[in-house]
């Protein structure tokens, strides 16, 4: 299986604010590579999928990118909402397989 | 509007079977495929297996010998049987609408059902 590291496990950031995030596939995944939010009391969210295609809905401060092994979730102007879990999943090959998370937190 | 909403006991025994369904509404089962995948309490998210529009199924290796997704079309339902729980088998346990080439992408889940292993 494809094994997807993610850096930080934690990120602490105010509003207004730009982050990114990391992963890592311990393997070539191409450009498959989606990115979720998740938030306590509320179904998980794709926000990207193929490394960079924002999913219908999702704000225009989110962008993805990479390809190969290395891929980076960035958020621009951080909104209140933003904060949350955010985990990224390989879509290349079978079984499907996530990261273990991060957690934005407000500073 | 699409929703899904898993349902089940909240506490099962050690060694005994787990049972739980997934309620679709919005869509149809005939011509969409949903996965069932769970997550441990403060751990990431492990994908278990998917029922195909075809009515086809594949299971996460790790768990294939225990595990077993059907549906009823007809109820709008998907229902998991996963035997011989252990307490690693706590978890959060979401249905989600498996979407996109190879069907390995979820763009719509439930909200999710929590299901302790204890005796």
């Known amino acids: 299986d494809v094994q997807m590291t993610q850096s930080p496990s934690n990120l602490a950031a105010s509003p207004g604010e730009s982050v990114s995030i990391n992963c890592k596939a311990s393997?070539?995944?191409?450009?498959?590579l989606a990115w979720y939010q998740q938030k306590p009391g509320k179904a998980n969210k794709l926000l990207i999928y193929?490394?960079?295609t924002l999913q219908s809905g999702t704000p225009s401060r989110f962008s993805g990118s990479g390809s190969g092994t290395d891929f980076t979730l960035t958020i621009r102007n951080l909104e209140p909402e933003d904060f949350g879990l955010y985990y990224c999943?390989?879509?290349?090959?079978?079984?499907?397989?996530f990261g273990a998370g991060t957690k934005l937190e407000l500073k | 509007q699409v929703q899904l909403k898993e349902s089940g006991p909240g506490l099962v025994q050690p060694s005994q079977t787990l049972s739980l369904t997934c309620t679709v509404s919005?869509?149809?089962?005939?011509?969409?495929?949903v996965s069932w995948i769970r997550q441990p309490p403060g751990k990431g998210l492990e994908w278990m297996g998917v029922i195909w529009s075809n009515g086809g199924t594949d299971y996460n290796s790790a768990i294939k010998s225990r595990l077993s997704i059907s549906r009823d079309t007809s109820k709008s339902q998907v229902f998991l049987k996963m035997n011989s729980l252990q307490t690693e088998d706590t978890a959060m346990y979401f249905c989600?609408?498996?979407w996109g080439y190879g069907g390995f992408l979820f763009d719509y889940w439930g909200q999710g059902v929590m299901v302790t292993v204890s005796s």
């Open positions: 989600a609408r498996s």
């Open positions: 919005g869509l149809s089962l005939t011509s969409n495929s």
């Open positions: 999943q390989q879509h290349n090959e079978y079984p499907p397989t």
């Open positions: 393997k070539s995944i191409s450009k498959y």
């Open positions: 193929s490394g960079s």
